[in-house]
């Protein structure tokens, strides 16, 4: 069984930076597509971002595209998310999600997803 754990989350100001973790346990990493989700309150769950195992592809939200990096850590089994110039509208739990590749996790893949985190919550004051 896939396990997710985020942390990382907390209270910033704008304009300020976060760095999300999420550890993966249970399946070899390099065949998992992992991504970034998150939930406002109020709002429906929507895709941050994503990046695949070698790590030279990505995808993300038009939202955050160049002020969100996601990035792998494979030698830890870590998925990154760095989220830079955060606005107040970027203030919701964030979920690290993962999806069973086919083989290696080669693709981009921004839906899908079977298995969760619990969640980090990211607070932004303006």
């Known amino acids: 069984q896939v396990q997710l754990v985020e942390s990382g989350g907390g209270f910033v100001q704008a304009g300020g930076s976060l760095r999300l973790s999420c550890e993966v346990s249970?399946?070899?990493?390099?065949?998992?597509?992992m991504a970034w989700f998150r939930q406002a309150a109020g709002k429906e769950l929507e895709f941050v971002g994503t990046?695949?195992?070698?790590?030279?592809?990505?995808s993300y939200a038009d939202s955050v595209k160049d002020r969100f990096t996601a990035s792998r850590d494979n030698s830890r089994k870590t998925l990154y998310l760095q989220m830079n110039s955060l606005k107040s509208e970027d203030a919701a739990v964030y979920f690290c999600?993962?999806?069973?590749?086919?083989?290696?996790?080669?693709?981009?893949?921004?839906?899908?997803?079977?298995?969760w985190g619990q969640g980090t919550q990211v607070t932004v004051s303006s």
């Open positions: 999600a993962a999806k069973r590749a086919e083989g290696l996790a080669l693709k981009v893949v921004t839906d899908g997803y079977e298995y």
């Open positions: 249970g399946r070899a990493f390099s065949t998992l597509h």
């Open positions: 990046v695949n195992w070698p790590g030279d592809r990505a």
